[in-house]
């Protein structure tokens, strides 16, 4: 079952991805009205991006996941923060029907997909998780920001820049997160029966070259991800291409794509 994001992938994940703002979990919580009686399933929940922030809000979260690496890290990172009310299962989008013999009908407040809709059959995952929705919850797509080597600005170039000499090859993967990828979520929760709604955060945040380097990592299946050394003479790369600059300012735009349940 495992995607081959484990071993070091899954750590470069847990120490490089960015989080969610608090503004975020509000936008969520509120299109659904999510409160301490409901139980979230966040669907590809890697190392618990979403999840443990999300426990703050609901009284469960279950975070599942394909990676088995992914959920250790997440289960002991729930551990470290005293996050009691997280339980992690290891399944994919095609498992999601067995949730409704595990959890009951009707009984999840919300189903998130955070910067994983890509890896899944949005038609079947869409249709298949509406026996799990109570009355007003629903599913919510969420895009954290576009690839870090994908941007329009200076340093997002110079990145792909050395990433593509790393790779001998054009780089231009989406992840699904451009306006394309949008109009797919949009267009499947519709046609699924969900009221669609959409919101979406802006910010500023810091953007260690560290972590930039630990993002790209991060986003490659352990088979492909470079050696040691190449992975230090790309990191090397990028700080000569960032003039040495150990720090820029990402504009992150979070979008959640919201499909709400109505129906009784």
Same mark, same amino acid.
């Given at each position: 079952?495992?995607?081959?994001?484990?071993?070091?992938?899954?750590?470069?994940?847990?120490?490089?991805?960015?989080?969610?703002? #608090?503004?975020?979990?509000?936008?969520?919580?509120?299109?659904?009205?999510?409160?301490?009686d409901?139980?979230?399933?966040?669907?590809?929940?890697?190392?618990?991006?979403?999840?443990?922030?999300?426990?703050?809000?609901?009284?469960?979260?279950?975070?599942m996941? #394909?990676? #088995?690496?992914?959920?250790? *890290?997440?289960?002991?990172?729930?551990?470290?923060?005293g *996050?009691?009310?997280?339980?992690?299962?290891?399944?994919?989008?095609?498992?999601?029907p067995?949730l409704?013999?595990?959890?009951?009908?009707?009984t999840?407040?919300?189903?998130?997909?955070a910067?994983? *809709?890509?890896?899944?059959? $949005?038609?079947?995952?869409?249709?298949?998780? $509406?026996?799990?929705?109570?009355?007003g919850?629903?599913i919510?797509?969420?895009t954290?920001?576009?690839?870090?080597?994908?941007?329009?600005?200076?340093?997002?170039?110079?990145?792909?820049?050395?990433?593509?000499?790393?790779?001998?090859?054009?780089?231009?993967?989406?992840?699904?997160?451009?306006?394309?990828?949008?109009?797919?979520?949009?267009?499947?929760?519709?046609?699924a029966?969900?009221?669609?709604?959409?919101?979406?955060?802006?910010? !500023?945040?810091?953007?260690?070259?560290?972590?930039?380097?630990?993002?790209?990592?991060?986003?490659?299946?352990?088979?492909?991800?470079?050696?040691?050394?190449?992975?230090?003479?790309?990191?090397?790369?990028?700080? !000569?291409?960032?003039?040495?600059?150990?720090?820029? *300012?990402e504009?992150?735009?979070?979008?959640?794509?919201?499909?709400?349940? !109505?129906?009784?």
């Amino acid at each position: 079952m495992a995607t081959g994001f484990g071993g070091e992938v899954a750590t470069y994940y847990a120490q490089h991805r960015r989080g969610y703002p #608090p503004e975020v979990l509000d936008a969520l919580a509120a299109a659904f009205q999510l409160g301490a009686d409901d139980t979230v399933v966040d669907l590809g929940c890697g190392t618990g991006q979403l999840s443990l922030p999300l426990a703050d809000r609901v009284g469960t979260v279950i975070g599942m996941d #394909p990676e #088995p690496d992914m959920l250790a *890290i997440a289960r002991r990172t729930a551990l470290d923060q005293g *996050i009691g009310n997280a339980t992690w299962v290891l399944g994919s989008d095609g498992d999601v029907p067995a949730l409704s013999r595990l959890v009951g009908e009707r009984t999840v407040g919300a189903l998130t997909v955070a910067v994983a *809709i890509h890896f899944m059959d $949005r038609d079947a995952l869409f249709t298949a998780a $509406r026996p799990l929705l109570r009355p007003g919850g629903g599913i919510a797509v969420v895009t954290n920001g576009e690839p870090l080597w994908t941007q329009d600005t200076e340093w997002s170039a110079a990145l792909r820049g050395c990433l593509e000499r790393m790779l001998g090859r054009p780089v231009t993967g989406s992840c699904q997160t451009d306006e394309a990828g949008r109009r797919r979520n949009r267009e499947a929760l519709v046609g699924a029966g969900y009221r669609y709604e959409e919101t979406s955060v802006r910010y !500023d945040a810091p953007l260690t070259v560290d972590d930039m380097v630990g993002g790209v990592f991060s986003a490659m299946s352990a088979e492909r991800l470079p050696s040691s050394r190449q992975r230090a003479t790309f990191a090397a790369d990028v700080r !000569d291409a960032l003039g040495g600059r150990t720090e820029v *300012i990402e504009n992150v735009w979070v979008w959640m794509q919201c499909g709400v349940c !109505d129906e009784g």
